[in-house]
């Protein structure tokens, strides 16, 4: 059984950095890359990130590019998000989903609130 588990997300202040984690089980890891998608409140669904399966490349929405670096530890089969310079813009539910242009997994997601 595919699982993705978020973590990391919190409350912080604007200016403030927070690191995602994304704990994969239930296929192999490697063979696929991965991404990040939120969820501001009331809004729909964004793509921010997807890294490829060896993580040598990356890709980032604009809005957010320069901020957020995505990485990948294949032998502990975790995904992480490293956020940055957070702005209240940045407050939403962060999904980890396998894949890039489809992404047939997700996790349930960890909240991340920018607020003072």
């Known amino acids: 059984e595919v699982q993705l588990v978020e973590s990391g997300g919190g409350l912080v202040q604007p200016g403030g950095s927070l690191r995602l984690s994304c704990a994969a089980s239930g296929f192999t890891f490697d063979d696929y890359p991965m991404s990040w998608v939120r969820q501001a409140p009331g809004k729909g669904l964004e793509w921010v990130s997807t890294i490829s399966w060896n993580g040598r490349s990356t890709y980032y929405a604009e809005s957010i590019e320069g901020r957020f670096t995505s990485s990948r530890d294949n032998a502990k089969n975790t995904l992480h998000l490293q956020i940055n310079s957070l702005e209240p813009g940045d407050t939403a539910l962060y999904y980890c989903?396998?894949?890039?242009?489809?992404?047939?997994?997700w996790g349930q997601g960890t909240q991340v609130t920018v607020s003072s």
């Open positions: 989903a396998r894949g890039r242009y489809e992404l047939a997994y």
